[in-house]
């Protein structure tokens, strides 16, 4: 192949597999890689300096299942609970995926690629080294905000530990490659490449960067070390206390990060995918991705900001006809704190079940973190998700341990639905949530009364200024209370379901943590 730019030229596009009539730029720099992709008409130019693509999926598209070398399926566990949805693991024969390595190079070696070597953190001094290749220019540059760039002198001896290939063009044939498409995440491990293909979605580049991550860390913690992967948000106040959101994808987490950091006496050190180890928390990505509602400084250049109508004369985007816009912001370097002194976990139930805040003992929140629900609206009615966990046991230990340690208070926050589920009840307002979490944080939340759920046994506070009595105690705003016990006793089954998954890798005190039936059962 056809080869310019920076590189090491003993490990370039041959040792990757890589041989053709197509062409690679190596580690173009942002300004290079933006006239790259607006000359190849994959993006425009806004008023604001910002690069806005069309990634093909206006609200983000779900996750894919990721197909791994060697790793039992998940399907082999057990069917997921009636009306959920999860992504998870399955196998690949080593055959098959050959296959597929082959075709995609043979698809890429006559191609124009882009390649960029880049470095990911894995724990506070320790890095991944990465090497991706795409297709796209924009990917290029999205990958290259996210990463940390590799230094030019250092480029000329890179050799990755993880080689990732971006083809969206290409599509998997299901009866030559035994996976129906179109998007696809393959991952060898032992090789160290990573394959995505048949989407533009970054969010699914992001998962499979993640799920590699989690991987390495979750070794490391089975031997006694390493770190959790979790997907959050994390301020910093002026005293240096942190403060951690964490949640599934859409639950809010990143609005209440942001707003609570709008606040000048607190600054946000990471919003995406972030490592929690014994030597405090820190951000695996050096950029952020993040839904966007209104534009500020760093909506410039240098920005991507995906699925932006902009005008047709004035090129100013338009983020009132982009409600779930996303924005791939560049950084510096990774955010890193110590011990979370508070960790919000964030969940949007749309069952109008859960209260809009509730106190959680070190046990339960290990117990809704491995759970990760939340049940956002899918064409005007709730889907329940649950997040999977690869290495449950080690991951269960270790976050209780990190804790205590930290003498972490914990919260469970609602940003769903109240009185009803989606569609019937109405949705907690944004005002609401900010209010209990300032009161958390500035302690007037624990100073007052709790009562205990009667179908999850958290602690929720009788009365808060400023919020509804109803907000807090949901069977109060529901119009008939057996409907609302229904709708309890439905939510605590598909907990129940979800954690038989794991329930007995985890130490007894996670497991009395879980939801009773029969409590629920009124």
């Not at 951000?283 to 400084?297: E, P």
């Not at 106190?359 to 997040?387: C, I, K």
């Not at 340690?405 to 919260?411: A, E, Q, S």
């Not at 808060?464 to 009595?469: D, P, S």
């Amino acid at each position: 192949m056809l080869e310019t730019g920076m590189r090491n030229q003993e490990n370039a596009a041959a040792a990757a597999g890589l041989s053709g009539s197509g062409k690679v730029f190596w580690n173009l720099a942002g300004p290079t890689l933006y006239e790259r992709a607006i000359a190849r008409g994959e993006a425009r130019l806004s008023a604001t300096g910002a690069l806005v693509v069309e990634s093909g999926t206006a609200s983000g598209a779900a996750p894919l299942t990721r197909h791994r070398v060697g790793e039992p399926a998940e399907a082999s566990e057990g069917a997921a609970p009636e009306g959920t949805a999860s992504e998870g693991t399955a196998l690949l024969g080593r055959a098959a995926f050959d296959v597929l390595r082959d075709d995609m190079l043979a698809h890429a070696s006559g191609r124009t690629l882009f390649a960029q070597d880049l470095h990911v953190a894995i724990a506070p001094g320790r890095i991944r080294r990465l090497r991706v290749f795409t297709e796209h220019a924009w990917h290029a540059l999205a990958i290259r905000n996210l990463m940390q760039a590799s230094e030019r002198e250092s480029i000329g001896s890179f050799v990755p530990d993880v080689t990732l290939f971006c083809l969206p063009a290409f599509r998997p044939d299901a009866d030559r490659h035994g996976i129906a498409g179109p998007g696809l995440i393959a991952e060898d491990t032992e090789a160290g490449l990573l394959l995505v293909t048949g989407t533009l979605d970054l969010g699914h580049v992001e998962q499979a960067l993640v799920a590699h991550v989690g991987d390495v860390l979750a070794g490391d913690v089975l031997a006694g070390a390493g770190a959790l992967t979790l997907s959050g948000a994390a301020a910093l106040d002026a005293e240096g206390g942190l403060t951690l959101f964490l949640g599934p994808a859409d639950s809010g987490k990143s609005a209440l990060a942001g707003t609570l950091t709008a606040d000048p006496r607190f600054v946000l050190i990471a919003d995406g995918p972030l490592g929690w180890s014994r030597d405090g928390v820190f951000g695996l990505f050096v950029g952020r991705r993040r839904r966007i509602h209104t534009l500020d400084a760093r909506g410039g250049f240098g920005t991507i900001l995906e699925n932006v109508p902009l005008d047709a004369d004035s090129r100013e985007p338009d983020l009132s006809a982009a409600p779930a816009a996303r924005a791939v912001l560049p950084g510096v370097e990774p955010g890193r704190a110590g011990a979370p002194r508070t960790l919000f976990l964030v969940s949007c139930d749309g069952f109008g079940v859960l209260p809009a805040i509730a106190r959680l003992s070190p046990e339960q929140a290990v117990y809704h973190l491995l759970s990760g629900y939340t049940a956002p609206a899918e064409d005007g009615a709730p889907r329940a998700r649950f997040a999977p966990d690869r290495h449950p046991a080690p991951g269960a230990h270790l976050l209780r341990e990190l804790i205590a340690d930290g003498d972490t208070v914990c919260w469970l926050v609602n940003t769903g639905w109240s009185g009803g589920q989606a569609g019937r009840g109405a949705r907690i307002p944004s005002e609401a949530s900010h209010i209990l979490v300032a009161a958390a944080l500035d302690g007037s939340l624990a100073a007052g009364a709790f009562r205990p759920d009667p179908h999850f046994g958290f602690e929720v506070p009788v009365e808060v200024e400023g919020v509804e009595a109803k907000l807090l105690d949901p069977v109060g705003a529901w119009a008939n209370r057996r409907d609302h016990a229904v709708a309890a006793k439905r939510l605590v089954g598909m907990f129940a379901e979800n954690f038989a998954r794991f329930e007995a890798e985890v130490d007894p005190e996670v497991r009395e943590a879980q939801p009773r039936m029969a409590i629920a059962a009124e």
